[in-house]
């Protein structure tokens, strides 16, 4: 084993997602080493993008395309540095008749920043079923995030509607600056990319799905507590996450997140979600615990407060 060549990303030529897709791509592969870097949007990388980077430098070491991913558990262990490269370094842990299974270490400047472990599947025939998609309105019948962020006099509208590469329709009021009447456990919202990703291969579809997929995990916790994510004070980052594959999708069209935040105490939070396709299919489920903390004085005690740098 020299060298592994990295998966091949789709290119586009459409800002935002462009810039999505560069930054997935990884380069390298040395003794199953890679490379990547970050997008400039936060204060520090955004997980969901360590999320993908991981999974595309695990599918890199598997051998054909009649295995796909069907699971990964993931640990956020710190922040990391936009500005800084990251490197994946993939264990081969185990290659079976029907399972592969990869383990990735995400570190930058000798600093492990998240740990993965991804299984893989043969294609395969089997008993069938799934849960129902809950009633909702279409995304045709909602107010796409774009339209509000263009209203909004907000450095956040500004630096949203410039770098969100994925249309979101909440079904219930969003929480992007204020918190929603409508508070609860749960919501719903529709989601895909803002323009087309020509190619996206069953794995692609799955690594997109990783990338964005973080951006609203803890959204129903948040509603639980009448919060939004420009509450004052409010620390927030992601600390596990665990994601299933059940069936192939194309990322490319309408997905309804179907979300729950079952329980919050200890400054953690969880968040759970299942993904259907337009026509009520089943294809994904999420889970997710995060640390929220609400200092009583009002201040941020923690680097993972939302900051959104500005926009020319």
Do not use: C
Not at 150 to 176: C, I, M, S
Not at 203 to 229: K, N, T
Not at 291 to 312: C, H, N, Q, Y
């Amino acid at each position: 084993m020299n060298m592994t060549k990295p998966i091949e990303v789709p290119t586009i030529s459409s800002e935002p997602l462009a810039s999505v897709l560069r930054v997935l791509q990884l380069r390298g592969g040395d003794r199953d080493r890679f490379q990547a870097d970050s997008l400039p949007q936060m204060n520090r990388v955004y997980g969901g993008q360590v999320l993908a980077q991981a999974l595309l430098a695990a599918s890199s070491t598997v051998e054909g395309d009649d295995r796909v991913p069907h699971s990964l558990h993931a640990y956020f262990l710190r922040g990391g540095d936009p500005n800084r490269p990251l490197n994946f370094n993939v264990g081969r842990t185990h290659d079976g008749r029907s399972f592969t299974s990869r383990q990735v270490s995400a570190t930058q400047d000798g600093r492990e920043i998240l740990t993965l472990m991804a299984s893989f599947q043969l294609r395969q025939e089997g008993l069938e079923h799934d849960s129902r998609m809950p009633d909702v309105p279409g995304p045709s019948e909602l107010v796409s995030a774009l339209e509000y962020f263009r209203a909004l006099n907000h450095p956040v509208g500004k630096f949203l509607g410039k770098t969100a590469a994925f249309d979101v329709r909440h079904v219930q009021e969003n929480l992007y600056v204020n918190a929603s009447p409508d508070e609860g456990n749960a919501q719903q919202l529709w989601m895909k990319p803002r323009a087309e990703v020509t190619g996206a291969s069953p794995l692609i579809s799955r690594v997109l799905l990783s990338y964005v997929i973080d951006q609203v995990m803890m959204e129903p916790a948040l509603r639980s507590h009448g919060l939004s994510w420009m509450t004052p004070g409010m620390a927030l980052a992601s600390l596990d996450h665990a994601m299933w594959f059940h069936r192939d999708f194309d990322i490319n069209q309408w997905l309804l997140y179907d979300q729950e935040s079952p329980s919050a105490g200890g400054a953690r939070a969880m968040g759970t979600v299942r993904v259907y396709t337009e026509d009520g299919v089943l294809v994904a489920e999420a889970a997710q615990e995060a640390m929220i903390r609400l200092p009583k004085d009002g201040e941020a005690t923690s680097k993972w407060g939302f900051e959104a740098p500005p926009v020319s």
